[in-house]
């Protein structure tokens, strides 16, 4: 059984897919770009500002399906510039708390809209 997530006040994705699935008590979330709620990119070349946007929306994505970034056991992060690492990581910090979910971070050469990072998670 699978039960598509859509989040008020996060921008539709840019293409064809959803915001998250929740499958067999997992949810999946997809790529969460810094965007406002009219698809705009947040934050300019603030790596720091683009990150609070993207977690803000994570957390609407997660509340709308019921969940808490507690719930999250899993985040891929998505850097094009891997020298903006520790600063992702401070605002990374104050949004979720120990014990961590799991996480990796990937250098990319480019993300949609020209975001300097993007997030995808899995909660239960």
């Known amino acids: 059984m699978r039960r598509e997530i859509t989040a008020p006040g996060?921008?539709?994705?840019?293409?064809?897919?959803c915001d998250a699935v929740e499958a067999n008590g997992l949810?999946?979330?997809s790529g969460c770009p810094a965007t406002d709620e009219q698809g705009n990119l947040v934050g300019g070349d603030d790596t720091v500002a683009q990150c609070a946007q993207v977690l803000k929306n994570l957390g609407a994505i997660?509340?709308?399906a019921g969940c808490t970034p507690q719930d999250v056991v899993k985040v891929n992060v998505y850097l094009t510039d891997m020298a903006d690492f520790a600063a992702m990581n401070e605002v990374y910090r104050t949004h979720f708390q120990a014990p961590y979910p799991a996480r990796t971070a990937i250098g990319v050469a480019a993300l949609p809209l020209g975001a300097a990072v993007e997030f995808d998670a899995i909660a239960v």
């Not at 996060?10 to 897919?17: D, F, K, L, R, T």
């Open 10 to 17: 996060v921008a539709e994705p840019i293409s064809h897919y």
């Open 27 to 29: 949810l999946f979330v």
């Open 62 to 64: 997660l509340a709308a």
